[in-house]
């Protein structure tokens, strides 16, 4: 993280600390319409025009560690198949037979030079080539080289896999402009995946995210708990320093309060010298700046993905919608590279208390879906601290076309002088 960036978010913290209101000038959010959450067209629009455009992550690079190695993968209600080629490159296909498509691999993961589906025993290369199928002689002029698998973007970020169904997507790197350049102080090509954890939510995608898209209700529903093992997790709301990012990306850092700087070792939250956490019990990536250290700092990733980094391994948080109303999210936690057995640190007491932390954030969805259908609930008004919130509806609309959405469904565009980078 470049040091301009870093002054520049102290800056923001001892402004946000000192602010008796919003900026000069800064817009009023009228209400969100909770048909956002609640309404089948918008939904299907989403689901239309909104996920197949987006960057999805799909994996680890480790996961297809050889030629020939492979992975299944249907988060976003697509089969995918994500396969390291001969040539060494890792491809994403549609899991799909191009003859009646039935899947061409069934199993989660594995390893094979020749893809054959079960059904019909079509068989493809690990480049997707279609290179034979049974009783060639009965098809009439079927041209093989126009059958070979669907295949998707795939690229690869600092080790984590992405796939973006639409052939004219920008870049991956470009799509994540500043969060790139500033998570590559996480080394993440030395990192290794730790654990992952599911839960169904019993709302809407957006509800959900929405939850770590902001902390006004930290101290409200997260309260301190000294068993966790994992410091104190106060958080001084008032100071949020918050960076809007073109293509729906964010920053959000918050400094801890008094209390918990003192249990940090810390003589100033706006003191990022310490380096907190360099000589603690969890292997350190030297890499990281001392703003993650002494600071809680997460970046969002559009459309449904935060990072709440930290110097000792963090987790991607990823939001998949099942239907209108329910959602799978994962919690998929990384850390620095130790090898076989188990990872250093006592790593079953921190997930415990980041299980903890996110089912009390969980333990408000499923209600707040259930209130939005309430007819007397019109919409969502939203403050200076909820504006990434904005940011990410604004963007949905970006990405479907506003025309494409019933006038009172739509939010209006009101941030666009307020990003950055």
């Given at each position: 993280?470049?040091?301009?960036?870093?002054?520049?978010?102290?800056?923001?913290?001892?402004?946000?600390?000192?602010?008796?209101?919003?900026?000069?000038?800064?817009?009023?959010?009228?209400?969100?319409?909770?048909?956002?959450?609640?309404?089948?067209?918008?939904?299907?629009?989403?689901?239309?025009?909104?996920?197949?455009?987006?960057?999805?992550?799909?994996?680890?690079?480790?996961?297809?560690?050889?030629?020939?190695?492979?992975?299944?993968?249907?988060?976003?209600?697509?089969?995918?198949?994500?396969?390291?080629?001969?040539?060494?490159?890792?491809?994403?296909?549609?899991?799909?037979?191009?003859?009646?498509?039935?899947?061409?691999?069934?199993?989660?993961?594995?390893?094979?030079?020749?893809?054959?589906?079960?059904?019909?025993?079509?068989?493809?290369?690990?480049?997707?080539?279609?290179?034979?199928?049974?009783?060639?002689?009965?098809?009439?002029?079927?041209?093989?080289?126009?059958?070979?698998?669907?295949?998707?973007?795939?690229?690869?970020?600092?080790?984590?896999?992405?796939?973006?169904?639409?052939?004219?997507?920008?870049?991956?790197?470009?799509?994540?402009?500043?969060?790139?350049?500033?998570?590559?102080?996480?080394?993440?090509?030395?990192?290794?995946?730790?654990?992952?954890?599911?839960?169904?939510?019993?709302?809407?995608?957006?509800?959900?995210?929405?939850?770590?898209?902001?902390?006004?209700?930290?101290?409200?529903?997260?309260?301190?708990?000294?068993?966790?093992?994992?410091?104190?997790?106060?958080?001084?709301?008032?100071?949020?320093?918050?960076?809007?990012?073109?293509?729906?990306?964010?920053?959000?850092?918050?400094?801890?309060?008094?209390?918990?700087?003192?249990?940090?070792?810390?003589?100033?939250?706006?003191?990022?010298?310490?380096?907190?956490?360099?000589?603690?019990?969890?292997?350190?990536?030297?890499?990281?700046?001392?703003?993650?250290?002494?600071?809680?700092?997460?970046?969002?990733?559009?459309?449904?993905m935060t990072i709440p980094v930290e110097a000792t391994g963090f987790p991607f948080l990823v939001f998949w919608p099942i239907d209108i109303r329910?959602?799978?999210?994962?919690?998929?936690?990384?850390?620095?590279?130790?090898?076989?057995?188990?990872?250093?640190?006592?790593?079953?007491?921190?997930?415990?208390?980041?299980?903890?932390?996110?089912?009390?954030?969980?333990?408000?969805?499923?209600?707040?879906?259930?209130?939005?259908?309430?007819?007397?609930?019109?919409?969502?008004?939203?403050?200076?601290?909820?504006?990434?919130?904005?940011?990410?509806?604004?963007?949905?609309?970006?990405?479907?076309?506003?025309?494409?959405?019933?006038?009172?469904?739509?939010?209006?565009?009101?941030?666009?002088?307020?990003?950055?980078?």
């Open positions: 993280m470049r040091q301009e960036i870093v002054d520049r978010v102290r800056a923001q913290i001892s402004y946000e600390l000192q602010r008796e209101g919003p900026p000069d000038g800064f817009p009023k959010f009228p209400d969100i319409p909770r048909e956002r959450y609640t309404n089948s067209e918008f939904y299907a629009l989403e689901k239309e025009l909104l996920w197949p455009k987006v960057w999805m992550y799909v994996g680890r690079v480790e996961d297809v560690p050889e030629a020939g190695s492979y992975f299944t993968w249907d988060d976003a209600g697509i089969p995918l198949l994500i396969v390291r080629g001969k040539d060494l490159k890792v491809r994403a296909f549609y899991n799909s037979c191009r003859h009646r498509g039935a899947p061409v691999v069934r199993d989660a993961c594995g390893k094979a030079s020749i893809l054959r589906c079960q059904y019909h025993s079509w068989a493809y290369d690990t480049q997707g080539h279609l290179v034979s199928y049974p009783s060639s002689r009965d098809f009439v002029d079927l041209i093989q080289s126009e059958r070979s698998l669907g295949e998707l973007r795939c690229e690869i970020f600092d080790g984590w896999i992405f796939v973006n169904q639409d052939p004219d997507a920008l870049p991956l790197v470009d799509f994540l402009g500043p969060v790139a350049d500033e998570l590559q102080q996480m080394d993440g090509n030395n990192l290794q995946f730790l654990d992952k954890t599911t839960y169904i939510i019993e709302a809407n995608w957006k509800v959900a995210i929405e939850a770590f898209l902001e902390v006004y209700h930290f101290p409200h529903i997260h309260k301190p708990r000294p068993d966790w093992g994992m410091g104190a997790f106060d958080l001084d709301i008032n100071g949020a320093a918050i960076d809007l990012m073109r293509h729906g990306q964010s920053r959000m850092v918050v400094p801890f309060t008094k209390p918990a700087q003192k249990l940090r070792g810390m003589k100033d939250g706006l003191d990022w010298d310490v380096g907190f956490g360099k000589d603690g019990p969890f292997p350190d990536i030297p890499s990281a700046n001392d703003m993650v250290r002494s600071t809680s700092l997460a970046y969002g990733v559009f459309p449904n329910t959602t799978k999210f994962d919690v998929i936690h990384f850390a620095p590279k130790w090898g076989d057995g188990d990872p250093p640190g006592d790593w079953e007491t921190r997930l415990a208390g980041f299980d903890g932390i996110t089912k009390e954030d969980q333990a408000n969805m499923a209600p707040i879906q259930k209130s939005l259908e309430a007819p007397s609930n019109r919409g969502i008004p939203l403050n200076y601290q909820e504006r990434r919130i904005w940011h990410l509806h604004e963007q949905v609309d970006r990405v479907i076309g506003a025309e494409r959405i019933p006038t009172n469904l739509r939010v209006p565009e009101l941030l666009a002088d307020y990003i950055v980078g």
